[in-house]
């Protein structure tokens, strides 16, 4: 499949670096469910890593731990060598993780420019008395930042869309627009979940391209959830398979693919 | 210390010294408490199933109390009604008949307004008779309350097509400002058919005092307010068993799950709405009639509805349990606070301390009284 | 024709950031401004200023504080009423405790009183959501006003009524009776115009974006980084700060005589909720409009029933009051986004004319 994505995946040589991310032996129960049951992984840095594993295996629970919205009973994340079990989602923010949602989780009510500026909101000094008279350094800051979103804007190619209301956006530019505040708060760690649902073949190719790009250019490091394992067997260096909340496989793609409790989990059992 | 004293220590020291008077106090304040819970059951029942904030609910009591004096002095032969009542039916008819008009010739007009326009017209039609033949009061007043019944299904009818209809699937707010305005338009058109002054509502409720004797003393308690008690509570179990058993019920958690779900396997979403909005209406009429039998019908009755308020965040707006329970205490603990922690504010509490009571509650169980654990998804 | 934007190229980002960025715009407001100046005081009397053109400004001021919390971070409050009781009271305190205060700073300081109480009273806001919040926040509107009406402190051990003492700004008395209509309108409109310019640059800098991202999901907006805590308080202060200034403007120049549990009672909330519904949520032109349309509305039904009709003064104030319910809910019908959105569709098609395709 996807032939622009996978040459792009060939050219670029890229050099992993140590360990990012450590997450070690996370447990997260709801009442009596348990979403992940003793999860270890790690991401390094400038890699990408895909999160697969059929629907309900805990894939978004584990994207909420890693960002500070679910709180894990158990174990603890390292990221950028702070040891945490718990935090509230506007630190990890702040620490340099950004993600996009399964379903778009966009300002609705915002234009395309507002959404990708709100994802400079923590750049951002000045305080509110400043702002109100819009004069001096909270205008110079104002439009520093925009000149940033401009750039941005242009590399995800929606120039055109920049003043419109999101809520009137079709999902594929939705998803690129939610990609594009991520990608405004230059983080470190990039959490995509299911950036490529619902999209058709171009679409896809499309942000195979940008998630590659990202990668490559800004140096990013990404943790992706997909469902597409073309995709994911093209783009990813790394694949960590879930699966009813437990762990059954960590390697690169083609170890996983190899792997016979992935295919009887997953790619055998659950797609014939 | 004195601020210590007064409100942790003296009061408790009232309610032990006067076990009584405090049987009494809580008594009074269960009582108030009922209606509080079969106000609060009004606005949760069209809540669940039509995600709409009624902020007329109390409006539609006063409405409904206003409908039942008026019918009872128009019957019994006052005139200070009748000019009103009879300039708005023969524009109520005209309205409808002009719409059966439209829609013999256009089609345009939707079936059931001009119907419910022209059942409200029998209803006066038929009280005119009853006028004119002349008859004792224990004939009049069953009449009355089935006037006023049939007057707020019609009602129910009206808004179902003139707000809810028009303003499916907006915003929740955009609902709870309408149904804003139409409690200005239900008051404007409540007065304007009976009148504004301050009636007194009798329909032949006992008045008398019971006197419970107890070991430690006498308890006094108003017979008014067991009646209204006990229509309530008789009231609330009804519904509960309505909306938990029946089709229809079963149809309305339905609809309040999810709209366009529930109007997939085929259930009447207009209808279900006509009959929220006219057992809402009902409810109205009980509390309606069992606060202006106590104190008079007058605009302060549509009030009765901000006592109801906290009782929904105590117990949740779609918990019926909640809204029973949530009234109970809501009841209790105003009449307590009211009577003896009287030295500490100086009175006049009631208009708020029900929402510090709910607030306060709201701090330690934010899911509210019997809501579930709210588990954030994204 | 005359509405286009066409030719007007920006070449930087400040010019596109600017506050009214097409050229007709800012012809418009200059020339708004100058009649509202220049021109308005010279013909207004007594009658069209107190009855339409300060309600219209003090309201107009409520409306846009309460367009902040409501619209802008979206938390539904109907306590209005009693934060501008605050503002009015803690204007009446500070006037009768410093007799030499000039009047400016004297409303300013109300602001911000009434921006604490809000504070307070928007903690609840971190706990709960929606409507329970807004019936929460019913428990500000009923607790301060039985404060004001009970303690005898805030009404210096009189009756419960407050009037306001003469004061002078620049020269002119602009509060108590004995003011002219002319200096209290343009006294008013001082206060709206600054307040106006400010709530517009804070609704679209960061501030505004944190709060509308706050609005639009909350979840979202605190995983990329907005701190819930400090943004809903943020905007209960300066919404309350609005409204207190608005109470505090009631109480010493449009009003001079009141008493809370009537000037400020929870009809005024609801008063100035419609204007936001109707001019349009998260709009501050919508302010504007909302709170012109419902102060003018009755006014208007008013002359029309009791002038033109010869009903009676009793009659016409019911059906004053059905057909205000009746206009409600035919505008929620008609524009559900009040009227900023057909000025919006308005402006768009304006720019499309004479040839729309």
């Known amino acids: 499949m996807n032939e622009p994505a996978a040459q792009a995946a060939g050219s670029h040589d890229k050099v992993i670096g140590d360990v990012m991310l450590d997450v070690n032996a996370i447990t997260l129960r709801f009442g009596g469910v348990v979403a992940l049951n003793n999860i270890s992984f790690n991401v390094r840095k400038h890699e990408i890593l895909a999160i697969i594993g059929p629907n309900g295996a805990g894939k978004t629970s584990m994207l909420n731990v890693i960002n500070g919205f679910y709180h894990p009973q158990e174990g603890e994340i390292t990221f950028k060598g702070n040891v945490r079990s718990q935090m509230r989602p506007h630190i990890a923010a702040s620490q340099g993780i950004a993600r996009t949602f399964q379903n778009v989780a966009l300002f609705k009510g915002m234009s395309t420019l507002d959404n990708i500026m709100s994802g400079r909101l923590m750049k951002m000094k000045r305080n509110f008395l400043w702002q109100a008279l819009h004069f001096g350094p909270a205008r110079k800051e104002e439009l520093e930042h925009r000149a940033f979103v401009e750039k941005i804007i242009d590399f995800l190619e929606i120039q055109s869309i920049r003043k419109t209301p999101v809520g009137r956006l079709p999902y594929g530019l939705q998803k690129r627009v939610e990609l594009g505040r991520a990608l405004a708060m230059e983080p470190e760690l990039l959490l995509l979940d299911e950036p490529m649902a619902g999209m058709n073949t171009e679409e896809k190719e499309d942000m195979c391209r940008f998630i590659l790009d990202v990668n490559d250019e800004f140096g990013t490091t990404i943790c992706l959830i997909e469902h597409d394992m073309g995709v994911v067997m093209d783009i990813s260096d790394r694949v960590v398979v879930l699966d009813y909340g437990r762990k059954i496989g960590d390697g690169t793609p083609n170890e996983v693919r190899n792997n016979q409790e992935v295919i009887d989990a997953y790619l055998g059992v659950s797609h014939d | 210390m004195e601020l210590l004293q007064a409100l942790f220590v003296s009061p408790f020291m009232d309610m032990w010294n006067e076990p009584a008077f405090f049987i009494e106090t809580f008594t009074k304040g269960l009582l108030t408490g009922v209606l509080y819970s079969l106000v609060a059951l009004g606005f949760v029942l069209i809540f669940k199933a039509s995600g709409v904030f009624n902020f007329a609910q109390g409006v539609m009591a006063l409405f409904a109390a206003l409908t039942l004096v008026g019918l009872l002095e128009f019957m019994q032969g006052k005139d200070m009604t009748a000019n009103h009542l009879v300039g708005m039916t023969v524009v109520a008819a005209v309205v409808a008949i002009g719409m059966l008009g439209l829609k013999k010739v256009n089609k345009i007009s939707s079936v059931q307004a001009p119907y419910a326009l022209l059942g409200f017209c029998a209803v006066v039609g038929f009280a005119w008779i009853l006028r004119t033949i002349g008859l004792p009061n224990y004939i009049l007043i069953p009449f009355a309350i089935v006037g006023t019944i049939i007057t707020m299904i019609a009602l129910a009818y009206l808004i179902e097509i003139a707000v809810l209809r028009p303003l499916v699937n907006q915003e929740l707010i955009i609902l709870f400002m309408s149904t804003l305005g139409l409690a200005y338009v239900l008051e404007g058109v409540g007065d304007l058919l009976w009148g504004s002054d301050v009636k007194i509502l009798d329909i032949g409720l006992p008045t008398d005092i019971y006197i419970a004797e107890f070991p430690f003393g006498d308890v006094y308690i108003e017979q008014l307010d067991m009646v209204a008690a006990v229509v309530a509570a008789a009231m609330v179990i009804i519904l509960a068993i309505f909306f938990n058993k029946t089709r229809i019920g079963r149809a309305l958690r339905a609809v309040a799950d999810d709209h366009q779900a529930a109007m997939s396997v085929g259930i009447p979403l207009k209808t279900i709405w006509v009959i929220v909005w006219s057992v809402a209406g009902i409810v109205a009429m009980v509390a309606g009639v069992m606060w202006g039998s106590s104190s008079g019908v007058q605009f302060s009755l549509s009030l009765i509805a901000l006592k109801a308020l906290p009782v929904l965040i105590l117990g949740g707006f779609t918990s019926i349990p909640g809204a029973i329970v949530g009234g109970l205490i809501i009841g209790v603990s105003e009449k307590l606070a009211e009577v003896f922690w009287y030295d500490l504010h100086g009175g006049a509490i009631e208009n708020w301390f029900a929402y510090f009571v709910a607030l306060a509650f709201l701090l330690f169980r934010p899911q509210g009284l019997f809501g579930e654990k709210i588990i954030e998804r994204i | ?357």
Not at chain 3, 9 to 34: E, G, M
Not at chain 3, 145 to 159: D, E, G, R
Not at chain 3, 245 to 268: H, M, P
């Open chain 3, 1 to 357: 024709m005359f509405y286009r934007e066409s030719g007007q190229f920006k070449s930087s980002y400040a010019k596109d950031q600017a506050i009214f960025p097409i050229r007709q715009d800012q012809i418009a407001i200059v020339l708004i401004l100058a009649v509202a100046f220049l021109v308005v005081p010279w013909f207004v009397n007594d009658y069209w200023s107190k009855s339409v053109l300060q309600p219209f400004l003090v309201f107009s001021i409520a409306a846009i504080g309460l367009n902040i919390l409501v619209g802008y971070c979206g938390q539904i409050s109907l306590g209005t009423g009693g934060f501008m009781a605050v503002g009015a009271y803690a204007s009446y305190k500070i006037m009768t405790s410093f007799p030499d205060m000039p009047i400016v700073l004297v409303i300013i300081l109300s602001g911000f009183c009434a921006a604490g109480v809000g504070i307070l009273f928007g903690l609840p806001s971190l706990r709960i959501k929606g409507f329970y919040l807004a019936v929460a926040t019913l428990a500000s509107q009923f607790f301060l006003i039985w404060m004001f009406n009970k303690v005898p402190w805030f009404h210096n051990y009189t009756m419960s009524q407050i009037t306001v003492p003469p004061r002078e700004f620049l020269g002119v008395t602009v509060t108590s009776s004995s003011a002219g209509p002319a200096a209290q309108y343009l006294f008013c409109l001082g206060f709206v115009v600054v307040g106006a310019w400010l709530a517009k640059n804070l609704v679209r800098g960061r501030t505004g974006r944190s709060w509308m991202a706050i609005r639009d999901m909350d979840i979202a907006a605190e995983l990329i980084g907005i701190r819930p805590l400090q943004t809903k308080l943020l905007a209960f202060a300066i919404s309350s700060f609005y409204i207190g200034i608005s109470g505090a403007l009631i109480f010493c120049v449009y009003l001079g005589t009141v008493e809370a549990s009537e000037a400020f009672d929870i009809n005024q909330s609801f008063l100035v909720l419609f204007m936001i519904i109707i001019g349009g949520l998260g709009s501050i032109l919508g302010s504007f409009l909302g709170a012109g349309f419902m102060i003018l509305m009755p006014i208007v039904l008013k002359n029309i029933m009791v002038g033109s009709f010869g009903m009676a003064a009793v009659t016409a104030k019911h059906i004053e009051i059905s057909l205000m319910g009746v206009l409600i809910v035919f505008f929620l019908i008609v524009e559900p986004h009040g009227f900023a959105r057909l000025w919006q569709i308005l402006k768009e098609k304006l720019r499309l004319w004479p040839f729309p395709y």
